[in-house]
């Protein structure tokens, strides 16, 4: 089956920018989950969605958020874009037979640059 | 309060010598435990996890981990590292059954392979 797929690659935008990440999940799940990984502050959880609603967010301010869509991708929007917003954005979905627990499995990753 | 804690921020060990990675958690139910790779500029690799049963847990690439109960402890180990080995290693505890948005991941232990 096909992984979890993320794009941009890298994306570079200036300070009070909008940036828009895109992803896709393991194809035959439902849940999407967002997490920002900055230099130096390890992985935090950024969105959940699942469904086509965001069911929990991560200690992130409001202009960052997203949506999902009817086919399960997802988007991240972070809106008026600050330096410390250049991270790598890293995209999960759950894999495999579901009743194997919450493993999730995670994209390549997509590299937001902020100048 | 529910954390993960990795120990070793650098870790420099020989190619061919044995590793072992540590981790300690504390959380409040039965956890569900993994262990994530990251190789240079990429998105995590699932090694391994325990979600119940045999306490040693064997992974991909020759990577294996004990879980130890009463030393809420979650080791990762190979037998003999090799260059390829050389990567961000991540510790993560989160709910069985839950959603995947409540795993906590630790700040990651950096393997270096010296020649």
């Known amino acids: 089956e096909a992984g979890v797929t993320q794009s941009p690659t890298h994306l570079i935008k200036t300070r009070g920018q909008q940036a828009t990440l895109r992803c896709s999940p393991i194809?035959?799940?439902?849940?999407v989950y967002w997490y920002q990984q900055a230099l130096g502050l390890g992985l935090q959880f950024l969105l959940w969605y699942d469904e086509g609603e965001e069911r929990n967010r991560g200690n992130f301010p409001p202009r960052f958020s997203g949506r999902q869509f009817p086919n399960y991708s997802s988007e991240l929007n972070v809106n008026a874009l600050e330096l410390e917003d250049s991270a790598l954005y890293l995209c999960a979905s759950p894999g495999g037979v579901p009743i194997s627990g919450n493993t999730i499995y995670f994209g390549e990753g997509s590299w937001l640059t902020v100048v | 309060a529910q954390s993960v804690t990795q120990p070793d921020i650098h870790i420099t060990v020989s190619e061919g010598a044995s590793l072992e990675l540590r981790c300690n958690y504390s959380?409040?139910?039965?956890?569900?435990l993994f262990w994530y790779v990251q190789s240079p500029g990429q998105g995590l690799q699932l090694l391994l996890k325990y979600f119940s049963g045999d306490t040693l847990v064997q992974g991909i690439k020759g990577f294996e981990a004990e879980f130890k109960r009463s030393q809420s402890s979650f080791n990762l180990r190979k037998p003999s590292v090799h260059w390829s080995d050389a990567a961000e290693y991540f510790c993560?505890?989160?709910?069985?059954?839950?959603?995947?948005?409540?795993?906590?991941f630790g700040s990651g232990t950096r393997l270096s392979i010296r020649p």
């Open positions: 194809s035959g799940h439902t849940s």
């Open positions: 993560a505890v989160g709910p069985r059954y839950s959603s995947a948005s409540k795993i906590i």
């Open positions: 959380y409040g139910a039965t956890p569900y």
